[in-house]
């Protein structure tokens, strides 16, 4: 609870925007969005930035959600030459007061096996499962197809 | 006794050694030579290139026939979740920006995944972006003769959920066919409008 207490009241301090989900272990995600699904068999995409706010450091293992079969966090790479190539991002640790953004050309949840389409205007919930059992649930708003960031 | 103008030969020589010497590890160590990849040779004008395949409408089109007018060409798939709709995302959006100019410039989107891409599927995807831009798809034949014209490369992943991975830069190309410069994903952009606009001028 103090830890909860001292998330709400660092992101009022900072001045974060509304879209501002606080974990019980110091996680605060903002920012996060998905862009809608073109068509019913591709695969869909979350992005989002998470900070930890605790004093210890915090491990992203994976992530669930209702929406999709085989949601999985994964790593998009560009070499010397132009090439990209995604792989799965494996675990993903947090130190305190850093955070990681996931965001187009980087690390993204990717939503695999969709098994309902994400609509443009819709918001679905989806869990950040962490290591030490502290999970955090967030509601993910659905921005349009040709959404760049979760500006727009 | 050495004669004063072989001495100064020998100087000469000895300095250029060691120069080429320097030049050699520095080469090696710092320079072009130095173990990271080389750079990818650059994409063939698009007058040179050939390849046959057909719009998303079913219209049959070549690199030819995009001589004329400033191109801009990228490769990608439409499964792609992260980098493809992205880059999709920003050409929509540098189109807008340019607002009428951008009926002076050709954007094709090629597709290196033709098996699940059919141009039932390219025309579907393609309707969720800016309408000027095209979705091209070809055999894999054809595929790989374009693949190659550009200097890009492709891989296609394993399994039923397959990825593929690909080149994400977009190739800007003069209005005679030439080619001008690579965009990606990163690049500020207003840079890359500016790239744009100066193939355009």
């Known amino acids: ?152 | 006794m050495i004669s004063r103008r072989a001495f100064i030969t020998y100087l000469g020589a000895g300095t250029a050694l060691l120069g080429g010497v320097l030049a050699l590890g520095w080469w090696q160590v710092d320079g072009p030579g130095a173990d990271r990849p080389l750079p990818a040779a650059l994409p063939l004008p698009l007058s040179e290139m050939s390849f046959a395949m057909q719009d998303h409408t079913g219209a049959d089109v070549s690199p030819q026939g995009l001589v004329g007018k400033p191109s801009l060409v990228f490769f990608g798939y439409t499964f792609c979740p992260d980098v493809c709709p992205a880059t999709l995302s920003d050409i929509s959006r540098w189109l807008s920006e340019l607002g009428p100019d951008a009926a002076q410039l050709n954007t094709v989107f090629i597709t290196v995944d033709p098996a699940r891409d059919t141009q039932k599927a390219m025309a579907q995807y393609m309707g969720y972006f800016d309408p000027a831009i095209r979705g091209w798809r070809g055999s894999l034949a054809e595929t790989d003769k374009a693949v190659a014209g550009f200097r890009a490369s492709y891989e296609l992943g394993e399994g039923p959920d397959y990825a593929v991975n690909h080149t994400s830069s977009v190739f800007l190309f003069q209005a005679d066919g030439r080619f001008a410069a690579t965009l990606d994903l990163h690049e500020d952009p207003a840079q890359a409008l500016a790239k744009i606009r100066r193939v355009m001028e």
Request: no cysteine; proline share 6%; glycine share 10%.
């Open chain 1, 1 to 152: 609870m103090k830890r909860t207490l001292f998330a709400f009241a660092f992101a009022v301090f900072a001045g974060l925007p509304a879209l501002v989900a606080a974990g019980q272990n110091g996680i605060i995600v903002e920012q996060a969005w998905s862009r809608a699904s073109m068509g019913e068999s591709r695969p869909g995409v979350a992005y989002m930035v998470l900070q930890n706010t605790g004093s210890e450091a915090r491990i992203l293992t994976g992530v669930e959600t209702g929406v999709a079969m085989m949601p999985q966090i994964h790593l998009t790479t560009t070499d010397a030459n132009g090439v990209s190539q995604m792989a799965p991002a494996g675990d993903l640790e947090i130190l305190p007061g850093a955070a990681i953004t996931l965001e187009p050309g980087g690390l993204h949840i990717m939503l695999m096996k969709l098994k309902q389409p994400l609509a443009e205007g819709e918001n679905y919930s989806l869990t950040l499962v962490f290591k030490n059992g502290d999970n955090v649930e967030i509601s993910v708003p659905v921005l349009s197809a040709t959404a760049r960031g979760p500006a727009n």
